[in-house]
């Protein structure tokens, strides 16, 4: 009996040994176990319910109260705003395939919120500095709000950044090499109306050299652009060798025989026609591989593409003025004693075309612009300035 007392006893020791070390172990569990919950608890709060901003009624934070924070945090939205639709600074570190992407975008509600006054962009497309960049002063003077400037100048040339006075000053893009009837001329073309396109207040864009002058003062320019039904791209079917005669059949069928248009580098565009050109990935690749010298992408490219993606948007016709009647591969090149005001008044009003399916009444300005005007002719057209730029 002694025996059998004891064993009990010894049993009951160890049952309640481990029941309190059960006990003590499913208490560990369930702490560690709420443990991982409050935390989980404590980050998703940290997630959803941010902390307030701190209380700046304190006397400790005068140069900071709550009104002036409030203006403060409500401007630099505006400002992000403003800076958005139009950018201040043309300077900027994307790559061609992200400025492309970003200018491609285009809003699907037509109504701004904001107060938009159409703008005519200016695209400068030169190898170096702007011999004639006095006359283009002259012409911009007093008109600010109406028009951008942007320069696509190639690396290999010395560019001075003109005086802050300037309109030119800080205009520059970033920019690449180019040659002349190369792939890299439509890169440049494309790369200055995609930075255009950032600003929404630019709705016509014009392609303009360093030789090109200003025929007519900016009012009349503005108000003949900005009236525009059409974009101004020549779109010809020209069966000569120099024509059809350089399409390559390797294009097809992405480009036919029968889309094949040629027409001036020197084009104008509204925005409609600016954002099909930046967003095309279909003919630029083909037209990249297979149009190569005697086939020039700058005569064809975007005459073709307009042909097929747009051809109602274009009056078929250039708006900037050049003398091919020497023949061969570049225009006249004029110096400073061709210009009389004979010979301007010829250039402005020496042709009839027509402008806005006006019943049929012919116009007498086709021309806006003219090219190739020596640096020597500067002198001459700041005197004649004044007609130029008179009452049109």
Request: charged share 20%; net charge positive; hydrophobic share 40%.
């Amino acid at each position: 009996m002694g025996i059998f007392a004891k064993e009990l006893s010894t049993f009951q020791i160890t049952t309640t040994i481990i029941f309190w070390l059960s006990l003590s172990f499913f208490v560990v569990i369930l702490g560690m176990f709420i443990n991982d919950k409050y935390k989980n608890i404590i980050v998703y709060e940290d997630i959803y319910f941010p902390p307030l901003p701190p209380n700046n009624s304190s006397c400790t934070s005068a140069t900071s109260s709550p009104s002036s924070s409030s203006s403060s945090s409500h401007n630099a939205g505006v400002d992000e705003f403003k800076d958005w639709v139009s950018p201040k600074d043309v300077w900027h570190s994307m790559s061609d395939q992200e400025l492309l992407w970003r200018a491609s975008m285009a809003p699907r509600i037509a109504e701004y919120p904001f107060n938009r006054t159409a703008k005519v962009a200016f695209m400068f497309l030169a190898r170096g500095s702007l011999p004639l960049a006095p006359l283009w002063e002259m012409f911009f003077r007093g008109h600010e709000g109406l028009f951008s400037i942007y320069l696509h100048v190639s690396p290999q040339f010395t560019y001075n950044e003109p005086p802050q006075s300037s309109v030119f000053y800080k205009r520059r893009i970033p920019s690449k090499a180019v040659q002349w009837g190369r792939a890299s001329m439509i890169d440049a073309e494309r790369r200055l109306l995609a930075n255009a396109l950032l600003d929404a207040s630019n709705e016509r864009f014009v392609l303009l050299s360093e030789t090109c002058i200003p025929l007519f003062n900016f009012s009349f320019i503005y108000t003949y652009l900005v009236n525009s039904e059409k974009s101004f791209l020549g779109l010809f079917d020209d069966p000569r060798k120099m024509g059809r005669g350089r399409y390559n059949k390797r294009m097809y069928p992405t480009v036919a025989l029968s889309d094949w248009r040629k027409g001036s580098q020197w084009f104008e565009a509204n925005r409609r026609l600016a954002l099909q050109i930046v967003s095309d990935v279909v003919y630029y690749p083909v037209f990249r591989q297979h149009c190569a010298p005697p086939c020039y992408m700058d005569e064809h490219y975007l005459p073709t593409l307009a042909n097929v993606v747009c051809p109602h948007l274009t009056a078929n016709r250039s708006v900037t003025w050049a003398d091919w009647s020497a023949g061969g591969s570049h225009p006249a090149t004029f110096v400073g004693r061709d210009v009389t005001e004979e010979f301007l008044d010829g250039v402005r009003f020496g042709e009839k075309c027509s402008y806005n399916n006006n019943g049929g009444v012919t116009n007498n300005v086709c021309f806006l612009f003219g090219r190739k005007f020596h640096p020597s002719t500067l002198q001459p057209l700041l005197r004649f300035g004044p007609k130029l730029f008179g009452s049109n």
